[in-house]
């Protein structure tokens, strides 16, 4: 469908389900990678190595972090430059993006490859698990340049109205992840760098397939000749920070929680936790997808000055967002054995039996996780990122560190408490921050539509 058809034209409900249902189940597919790549390590590998690809994802996230900020960024002043009518602008904010993510690619590649040794160490891993580690995060450094574009183009296609074709490419991506690394692990026999390896390639030849559409100058979206604005990155980065500094405070924060953990519970700990983001890694995609998916058709409809339909479209999203987080607590307080038995052998007695409480406790965060989620995307959709970035990094990193702080007495419990504690925080603040925006920016933009 036309984009201007499909933002500006189609019934709000219709378009939530036309944009919000393929765009959640494309971002879950496209975030299945990590827990496809986690139950095939723990099960396959098993020893050392799950615990060692916990160690090394959040800093393979923030190696992404970057290319997600540009995608994210720059997604948001092209939607509001098309609802005012500016193609041209939109354009060349397209092609620069691209360009700002291949190189940022290769230049965050490059330092955490030659870091990476230092990195895990400074996490408290040694011996082999430290390898292992170091093997890991190498693979994906490297392949850094090549790769990180595909989050990329998921916007990009969403804001020319290609929902459908976003989400086959992200299901084409997983479903590829996962061959490739059932046959470099179990039929080939190789290490865990091979699951690296085959999580790459897979996003090497989306990349590929996802570009060539627009090569050929079949979108909406063109490229165009590139030129240095500095203007256009400051707006970039501006609206891209939010999310980026979700990325990356949240990941400083897994590290920090890893340390702990692994002083006070040792790999057993390290795993347990790592079940614990493994289970949010379901949830929270479904969330960002669908979010995410409306934004393009909010920032249009927000540049056209269309408030009553920016409204209508975040009351749907609101409500979705609300019903799926607690049918996922749901879920997860419920079923936590088996939620363990995709990721740990039964034999492992010790981390099973610490996983099965820490579950029960994690789940209570999704009562409330959604508010704070939906209002940051919200506030990115209409480009106020002093809004979005305040709920981003308190969500991410003040929050938690302050939770470790107070539920410190509570040892293990305490940290499995932390998620919920610290989402209970940021719906406030979101909160707040919603009735702020409510009184000043939407009574500022329908006092300017009448005047």
């Not at 992404?64 to 540009?70: E, G, N, P, T």
């Not at 709920?391 to 560190?401: E, L, N, Q």
Request: proline residues 4%; glycine residues 8%.
């Amino acid at each position: 469908m036309d984009y201007k058809e499909l933002f500006s034209k189609t019934p709000a409900t219709k378009l939530f389900f036309t944009a919000a249902i393929p765009g959640s189940i494309g971002m879950l597919a496209s975030a299945l990678y990590q827990t496809i790549d986690g139950v095939l390590v723990g099960r396959i590998l098993a020893g050392d190595a799950f615990a060692a690809l916990n160690l090394a994802m959040p800093l393979v996230i923030i190696n992404f972090s970057l290319a997600d900020l540009i995608g994210v960024g720059s997604a948001v002043p092209i939607s509001v430059r098309l609802g005012e009518k500016k193609e041209k602008e939109a354009n060349s904010i397209f092609t620069f993006a691209c360009l700002m993510i291949v190189v940022t690619g290769l230049i965050l590649g490059l330092a955490m490859f030659a870091l990476a040794p230092v990195l895990i160490r400074l996490m408290g891993a040694e011996g082999n698990l430290a390898d292992l580690a170091v093997q890991y995060l190498r693979v994906y450094s490297l392949c850094s340049p090549v790769t990180t574009i595909v989050f990329a183009m998921d916007n990009y296609f969403k804001i020319c109205g290609r929902i459908r074709t976003s989400m086959t490419l992200n299901i084409v991506m997983s479903v590829l992840s996962a061959v490739l690394e059932f046959i470099f692990l179990f039929v080939f026999g190789w290490g865990i760098w091979a699951a690296a390896l085959a999580t790459c390639a897979s996003m090497f030849l989306c990349a590929l397939a996802a570009l060539y559409p627009f090569a050929r100058g079949k979108m909406q979206l063109k490229f165009t000749r590139p030129r240095l604005d500095w203007k256009m990155i400051k707006t970039i980065i501006s609206c891209g920070s939010p999310n980026f500094l979700n990325n990356v405070a949240g990941r400083i924060t897994s590290i920090v929680m890893n340390v702990i953990l692994l002083q006070i519970g040792g790999a057993a700990a390290v795993s347990v936790y790592g079940i614990l983001m493994f289970a949010d890694g379901f949830v929270q995609p479904l969330l960002y997808g669908m979010c995410d998916s409306l934004q393009p058709a909010v920032g249009y409809n927000w540049g056209a000055g269309d408030l009553n339909r920016v409204k209508a479209i975040e009351k749907r999203c609101f409500t979705a967002s609300a019903v799926l987080s607690v049918a996922s607590a749901v879920v997860i307080f419920c079923f936590p054995r088996q939620i363990t038995g995709l990721f740990m052998q039964q034999a492992d007695t010790a981390v099973v039996e610490m996983a099965i409480p820490a579950l029960k406790l994690f789940s209570s965060a999704y009562l409330i996780r959604w508010f704070s989620f939906a209002t940051q995307s919200y506030m990115s959709a209409v480009e106020k990122p002093a809004y979005a970035m305040a709920i981003s990094v308190c969500t991410a990193v003040v929050f938690p560190m302050l939770m470790v702080v107070v539920l410190w007495p509570a040892g293990l419990t305490g940290l499995w408490l932390n998620v919920p504690g610290a989402s209970l925080l940021a719906a406030v603040l979101a909160f707040v921050i919603l009735r702020q925006f409510q009184k000043r920016e939407m009574g500022a933009g329908a006092r300017r539509i009448h005047s």
